[in-house]
């Protein structure tokens, strides 16, 4: 089993910054990519940041291109979000995903942590 545990959510207004992180433990895997994933409230769960189990590859969507930060710490097993000019959009509980390499791929979620946004 994987566990994912999500941290560093909480309520900023407008303009703030905030740094999510997502350990791993137990079974983890060393090629597998990890993501951040949101779901604001009453809306469906969607896509936010992804990178490669190297690194080698990261993905955004476009909403938070250009304020939004992935990256990981392999040796620690740990994902961050590192989030700037935060909006009231930006509201949503925000979860830790890893993919494993399988096929069909075979995802892991934590539990979610709260980010909310005042304006």
């Known amino acids: 089993q994987v566990q994912l545990v999500e941290s560093g959510g909480g309520l900023v207004q407008a303009g703030g910054s905030l740094r999510l992180s997502c350990a791993a433990s137990?079974?983890?895997?060393?090629?597998?990519?990890m993501g951040w994933f949101r779901q604001p409230p009453g809306k469906e769960r969607e896509f936010v940041a992804a990178?490669?189990?190297?690194?080698?590859?990261?993905y955004y969507a476009d909403s938070v291109k250009g304020r939004f930060t992935i990256s990981r710490d392999t040796a620690k097993n740990t994902v961050y979000l590192q989030i700037h000019s935060l909006k009231p959009e930006d509201t949503a509980v925000y979860y830790c995903n890893a993919r494993v390499p399988t096929t069909p791929v075979y995802d892991y979620w934590g539990q979610g942590t709260q980010v909310t946004v005042s304006s």
């Open positions: 990178i490669t189990w190297n690194g080698d590859s990261i």
């Open positions: 137990g079974r983890t895997f060393s090629r597998y990519t």
